[in-house]
């Protein structure tokens, strides 16, 4: 389980970035995760701080 403004890596792309949201939803923790670096990045929303929507499976602490 990862708490807000932990620093996770995203397993599927290499992304390192900061939770910035957390949710649970049917029993199941969801998280939003901002890139650390600047950037827009293709399939993440958020503008030029690319967000991505990850469950527990696919992160990684870093830190």
Do not use: P, Q
Not at 22 to 48: F, L, M, P
């Amino acid at each position: 389980m990862f708490e807000l403004f932990d620093t996770v890596k995203i397993k599927s792309n290499g992304i390192i970035g900061t939770i910035i949201d957390k949710t649970e939803i049917n029993g199941k923790a969801r998280y939003i995760v901002e890139n650390d670096t600047k950037g827009e990045i293709a399939g993440a929303y958020g503008g030029n701080w690319a967000e991505f929507d990850c469950l527990d499976e696919d992160l990684l602490k870093v830190g």
